[in-house]
T-cell receptor
């Protein structure tokens, strides 16, 4: 497996609190992605990054922000968590953006 | 927006039977990727198809890309319990991947 870690792996939080999820890679890949996975919806792209400080929105970016200050780290922030953001969040990396993506183990987030 | 539709959503097969999942798009696909996700796990890349009419095989798995690059299929011959999971197709374009909703495969022993 590619060197991708996500932290935390599980989190329970309350509505209205800020939450930050971290994705860390040791592969030096340029592209990094955040997805959420919900039953019946498959994997949906939230935000992605094509380099340090270069990010763009995906399909479901409302309520989320991201930052990438170093090649190896991509942070996903929920400024004020809502119950609709309860989901499993996956980070992925890709060398070129055109070839395969390698996924992290996921973070299960529950917003009460 | 761009969409890839996968059918069926669920499939139950007897162990040893064949299985096929289909991926369709209303627009021409740039290239198509296939991923497998085991229950409780993360998606794992299987293959990428780029050329019109392309066919690739990985042991019991056969992947096809349609001539018009608007559809793709994954066929598994003689399923085994290790094939259990959800299979996703994904349209790769503009440095992003848009996933289909997946086909969940259940194997009956």
């Amino acid at each position: 497996d590619a060197g991708i870690t996500q932290s935390p792996r599980h989190k329970v939080t309350e509505t209205g609190t800020p939450v930050t999820l971290r994705c860390h890679q040791t592969e030096n890949h340029r592209y990094m992605y955040w997805y959420r996975q919900d039953p019946g919806h498959g994997l949906r792209l939230i935000h992605y990054s094509y380099g340090v400080k270069d990010t763009d929105k995906g399909e479901v970016s409302d309520g989320y922000s991201v930052s990438r200050s170093k090649t190896e780290d991509f942070l996903l922030t929920l400024e004020s968590a809502t119950s609709s953001q309860t989901s499993v969040y996956f980070c992925a990396i890709s060398e070129t953006g055109w070839n395969e993506q390698f996924f992290g183990p996921g973070t299960r987030l529950t917003v009460l | 927006g761009q969409q890839v539709m996968q059918i069926p959503q669920y499939q139950h097969v007897q162990e040893g039977e064949d299985f096929t999942t289909y991926c369709n798009s209303s627009t021409t696909l740039s290239n198509i990727q296939w991923y497998k996700q085991r229950p409780g796990g993360h998606p794992v890349f299987l293959i990428q198809l780029v050329k019109s009419g392309e066919v690739k095989k990985q042991k019991r798995l056969t992947f096809q890309f349609g001539e018009a690059k608007k559809n793709s299929s994954l066929h598994i011959t003689a399923t085994q319990t290790t094939d259990v999971g959800t299979y996703f197709c994904a349209d790769n374009r503009d440095d992003k991947i848009i996933f289909g909703k997946g086909t969940r495969l259940h194997i009956l022993p």
